[in-house]
């Protein structure tokens, strides 16, 4: 059973343009969101995380939007760069210990 | 500071053979983590360790063992290889979640594994 719905599974956008990725939970025991970005051959980076007391937060173009209430976070990229094109994944983590549960990926492609 | 170190890089395996795959992090981190990496499944956690001396299943712990001896090392084996275990694995390390604010995994490069 995936604890870490994520979607869509992959993204074409084109350069300049907003890349929107969702995730979805159930588990309220969950306190703790990143988000990380993974390229070919190389293992996943943590990009940018969230905890639930806030509702937003944004590292340069990266923005997390979080609804507690609807148990949902996703994952922003504004001003899209073909740099950006990795997998990304999102993730959780329990307030009872240390694993993190990762959402099944999302291939983002940019287009010049 | 290598960060999480993984070897190997590559592993051709027959059915019913064992290996193990080592790990190694120069950070002092406590936890550490085996995760399996397959197409449409993203990453799934086999076995973590809160530290030395202490391991704990993940979502798919059968066919793999750990041990953890030392702080800085995390080897996972391989009892007796199967196609279903063809896979890139990935050791992940962290500060347990009460250090810091933005506390996450490091990763390391990853082990791609085919069993034949």
């Known amino acids: 059973q995936q604890q870490v719905k994520q979607s869509p599974q992959s993204l074409i956008v084109q350069k300049g343009g907003i890349s929107i990725i969702n995730c979805a939970y159930e588990n309220t025991a969950f306190d703790y969101f990143p988000w990380y970005q993974q390229f070919p051959g190389k293992g996943p980076a943590l990009l940018i995380a969230?905890?639930?007391?806030?509702s937003e937060k944004k590292e340069g173009r990266f923005t997390i939007s979080f609804n507690k209430s609807a148990k949902q976070f996703s994952l922003h990229i504004m001003d899209s760069q073909p740099g950006d094109s990795a997998t990304y994944f999102c993730a959780a983590s329990p307030n009872t210990g240390n694993q993190f549960y990762f959402g099944t990926g999302t291939s983002l492609t940019v287009i010049p | 500071n290598a960060g999480v170190t993984q070897t190997p890089k590559f592993q051709v395996l027959k059915t019913g053979q064992s290996m193990t795959l080592q790990c190694a992090q120069d950070?002092?981190?406590?936890?550490m983590s085996w995760y399996r990496q397959d197409p449409g499944m993203g990453l799934r956690l086999i076995h973590y360790s809160v530290g030395a001396g202490i391991t704990d299943q993940g979502e798919v712990p059968n066919g793999y063992n750990v041990s953890r001896s030392t702080t800085e090392d995390f080897p996972l084996r391989l009892l007796s290889a199967a196609p279903s275990q063809t896979s890139v694995y990935f050791c992940?390390?962290?500060?347990?979640?009460?250090?810091?604010?933005?506390?996450?995994?490091?990763f390391g490069s990853g082990t791609r594994l085919t069993v034949v």
């Open positions: 992940a390390s962290s500060l347990t979640r009460d250090r810091g604010e933005n506390y996450g995994y490091t």
């Open positions: 950070m002092n981190h406590e936890y």
């Open positions: 969230i905890r639930p007391d806030v």
